[in-house]
């Protein structure tokens, strides 16, 4: 399809597994997001990749969470040792144009 | 810094009747304002924006948003909502001038009683 596409979209885990999540962004777009949804806390930011600039890391909440952006296109959001306060909705987005972003379904992680 | 402060986590309104969702920001910039819409198991879509221009700006589904720099607001209104509106609807700031990331709110739920 034309949208952005993310992987798995659903995904349970026990505590202290590494998990991957993938992002098929919109062709073209040159901006790529990755945010998290938990319930009551809003969308919380954690990488930006802007081009081939230096991504923004700075909303990642610790050192167990990784972000790569292949090629200009597919992301991967990497969670190691995963612990239950991960558990969350994970969202990507992609833009070309300032501020619009185009998000896709979202990735469900369920630590256990 | 940008920030962006929705004081209202819910706010039921009945069908037919007038809404504002209220969204304040602050910046040490000028910045790009927006509005996203969530329905329920859905994605999150763009449902307006204030890049420059009018500071009235009309989005889909018949919401408009006003932006006001002296109050760092840009509070979403409909005059009559539809069953339809239930949804979240989050506000979202942008600092003008260059490529950086977009700060969501917390996100307001709107329910819409029959």
């Known amino acids: 399809g034309a949208g952005v596409s993310q992987s798995p979209s659903n995904k349970v885990t026990e505590k202290g597994k590494d998990v991957e999540l993938r992002c098929d962004p919109i062709s073209g777009h040159t901006a790529l997001y990755w945010y998290r949804q938990s319930l009551g806390q809003g969308l919380e930011f954690l990488i930006y990749?802007?081009?081939?600039?230096?991504?923004?890391k700075s909303g990642l909440p610790s050192d167990r969470f990784s972000a790569e952006r292949t090629g200009g296109s597919v992301s991967t959001l990497t969670i190691q040792r995963t612990q239950q306060e991960d558990s969350a909705v994970y969202l990507c987005?992609?833009?070309?144009?300032?501020?619009?972003?185009?998000f896709g379904e979202g990735s469900r992680l369920t630590v256990l | 810094a940008q920030s962006v402060t929705q004081l209202d986590s819910q706010v039921p309104v009945f069908e037919e009747a007038p809404v504002e969702l209220r969204c304040n920001y602050s910046s040490s910039v000028s910045v790009y304002l927006f509005w996203y819409v969530q329905y329920p198991n859905q994605g999150l879509q763009l449902l307006l924006k204030y890049l420059s221009g009018s500071t009235l700006v009309k989005g889909i589904n018949g919401f408009e948003a006003e932006f006001n720099k002296s109050q760092t607001s840009f509070h979403l209104r409909k005059p009559s909502v539809h069953i339809s509106d239930t949804a979240e609807y989050f506000c979202a700031v942008l600092n003008s001038g260059g490529y950086q990331k977009v700060t969501f709110g917390t996100g307001t739920k709107l329910q819409v009683i029959p």
């Open positions: 990749f802007q081009g081939n600039s230096a991504p923004d």
């Open positions: 987005a992609s833009s070309l144009f300032v501020g619009e972003l185009f």
